[in-house]
């Protein structure tokens, strides 16, 4: 598991070394791990796509001030939830979404809690936008509003920078080194000058 320190930095340089890292979910005795492949960067003191920019506290944005490693679930349009996870110092409103991923353990019951369907069974489409979104990777995890203001530590949902932190098989290839890319956000058009803050991080082709 990586530690809390990890989380208690500069929010971009979070964001940006999250990707290639491991994403653990934990329950009912199941394990799943995913490989983070695309991340993005809020920052509530300037970033006016982030839900508490300009510091603003309300009953939701409330968990972006926790302690750095703390999970920020959100909903959007009703629908899906979204997994962040808080980083720089207490008090301080900054998070990093967790846009995308691609199996690593449990990829049976991953496609099962995406679509209902086996993965075997999975259409070509489904396969290729299995988790390539925050929302599917919620579903795929089954992450929701419940994981809200979990804190760093849990054994429910944790990063780790190996397959063997967590005590699962190496997944072949992994250890090439990946380049990571920079880009514009997704979906924030609203939020004036910070559309165009280059703070999307992804690997344009995951190594299998």
Wanted: aromatic fraction near 10%; charged fraction near 25%; proline fraction near 6%.
């Amino acid at each position: 598991m990586l530690p809390r320190e990890f989380f208690d930095r500069d929010t971009l340089t979070v964001a940006r070394e999250l990707v290639g890292k491991y994403l653990v979910r934990r329950y009912e005795g199941v394990t799943l791990a995913v490989r983070l492949t695309e991340t993005e960067a809020y920052i509530g003191r300037m970033d006016k796509a982030c839900h508490a920019w300009n510091y603003r506290r309300t009953p939701r944005t409330q968990t972006l001030f926790a302690p750095p490693g703390t999970a920020y679930v959100y909903l959007i349009y009703g629908l899906h939830c979204c997994l962040n996870l808080v980083t720089e110092g207490e008090g301080e409103p900054a998070a990093v979404l967790l846009r995308g991923a691609v199996p690593r353990y449990n990829s049976a019951i991953i496609a099962e809690n995406r679509f209902g369907r086996k993965e075997e069974a999975l259409t070509p489409y489904q396969r290729n936008n299995l988790l390539n979104g925050p929302g599917k990777l919620c579903a795929g995890l089954r992450v929701g509003r419940a994981l809200n203001g979990l804190g760093w530590g849990s054994g429910e949902l944790f990063v780790c920078a190996s397959l063997a932190e967590a005590g699962l098989p190496d997944w072949p290839g992994d250890e090439a080194p990946l380049t990571v890319r920079a880009g514009k956000r997704i979906g924030i058009d609203y939020a004036e000058e910070a559309a165009d803050f280059p703070w999307r991080f992804y690997v344009e082709t995951e190594r299998k």
